[in-house]
């Protein structure tokens, strides 16, 4: 089975040594997150094993007693990435994108058993690109390596231009986008007058308007026959009979004499 199952704190401890890269489950039984992702965890084991990359385990919480709390587990699941024995990553939650991203961060090579951890060279050697490879030949035989080959001198781009003349170029086009834009607000500010000239217009007419509504005479609309019955037969000036019948009940005689009564004595009644 790819999917190793760690029985004991010991069984831990011996998967993290004993495997150059070892993908280690924290995982509990009562967790719903991690009984749904164990498919997950079980296919990402098989196509580690497949590739001969890492080495993947699940250990659970009843098993491992105080080692939950020596790796600083705090979450289930937890997934752990050991590279010879030292931690190199963790991500908590069943996010196997984080998982793989993990592992491919960390540079997990594949490892041939009796070789070492990577491969074409010794433990934790990288391996010899063909010239490398080339001189250490010749050097064990004693023969000198090869003189370097001079690096030919990059060839100017087609459209490559002297400094002097890009920044020519830059200032002219910056030149012409300044006279588009002047052009531009000088187009828009006839437009411009023409709006405060209607809005002036606008303005003017609401204020004749005004005006004409103000100069209209209220008392034109008042009883003829009321003001001569408060003037003639009641004997009040003709501007007190037109405020009590603008300002009495129902513009009648008899609201007019109440609110006459009641204001005779105001400053402004006359």
Not at 113 to 131: F, K, N, R, T
Not at 250 to 256: D, I, L, M, N, Y
Request: aromatic share 4%; charged share 25%; net charge negative.
């Amino acid at each position: 089975m790819t999917l190793t199952e760690l029985a004991s704190p010991a069984e831990l401890a011996a998967f993290k040594t004993s495997n150059a890269n070892a993908l280690i489950c924290y995982s509990a039984t009562w967790c719903g997150p991690c009984r749904a992702s164990k498919p997950q965890l079980e296919a990402l084991a098989a196509e580690y094993a497949a590739e001969g990359v890492v080495r993947v385990a699940i250990a659970y919480e009843h098993n491992l007693g105080e080692s939950v709390q020596a790796d600083n587990v705090k979450a289930f699941p937890t997934y752990a990435l050991f590279v010879d024995g030292t931690e190199r990553g963790r991500v908590e939650g069943a996010n196997f994108d984080k998982i793989r991203q993990m592992v491919g961060a960390a540079g997990c090579q594949k490892v041939i058993p009796g070789v070492g951890h990577s491969l074409g060279g010794g433990v934790g050697e990288a391996p010899l690109s063909p010239q490398a490879a080339r001189e250490a030949r010749l050097a064990k035989l004693g023969a000198p390596a090869p003189a370097p080959v001079p690096a030919a001198a990059p060839a100017p781009a087609e459209d490559s231009k002297p400094a002097a003349s890009a920044a020519a170029e830059d200032d002219a086009s910056k030149d012409v986008e300044m006279k588009d834009a002047s052009d531009a607000a000088a187009a828009a500010a006839p437009a411009a007058d023409a709006d405060v000239s209607m809005a002036d217009a606008e303005d003017k007419k609401e204020a004749e308007e005004e005006k004409e509504v103000e100069m209209v005479d209220p008392t034109e609309s008042l009883n003829k026959e009321h003001i001569e019955t408060l003037t003639s037969a009641m004997g009040f000036t003709l501007l007190r009979a037109q405020k009590g019948l603008l300002n009495g009940n129902g513009s009648t005689v008899e609201g007019a004499v109440e609110w006459l009564d009641q204001h005779s004595e105001d400053a402004d009644i006359d």
